[in-house]
């Protein structure tokens, strides 16, 4: 059973870093286009990021030069580092796994970002 396991979130204030982790288990992971999303209260989840397996890597608009996407193979985990975080970054962060067996999700982790 392919099981996604995210942490990192939390409070922080504008301005301020998180970096999220996701642990993936059950699944090879270094053949897989790994990905980031959210979904902010009363709205649609949204991509975020994504990472291919040659590490290929795309960005929504609203979070270029803010937030980078990166994976270790070797932990089969991925990591979304991000920085400069704004009041509209507030979501819950999901990380997602696309495999032969279909799409992974995790459950989740909060990240609020206030004053």
């Known amino acids: 059973q392919v099981q996604l396991v995210e942490s990192g979130g939390g409070s922080v204030q504008p301005g301020g870093s998180l970096r999220l982790s996701c642990v993936a288990s059950?699944?090879?992971?270094?053949?897989?286009?790994m990905a980031w999303y959210r979904r902010a209260r009363g709205k649609q989840r949204e991509l975020v990021a994504r990472?291919?397996?040659?590490?290929?890597?795309d960005y929504a608009d609203s979070v270029k030069g803010r937030f980078t996407i990166s994976r270790d193979n070797v932990r089969n985990t991925g990591y979304l580092q991000m920085n400069n975080l704004k009041p509209e970054d507030t979501a819950v962060y999901y990380c997602?796994?696309?495999?032969?067996?279909?799409?992974?999700w995790g459950r989740g982790t909060q990240v609020t970002v206030s004053s």
């Open positions: 997602n796994l696309v495999t032969l067996r279909g799409a992974h």
């Open positions: 990472i291919t397996s040659g590490r290929n890597t």
């Open positions: 059950g699944t090879d992971f270094d053949p897989y286009t």
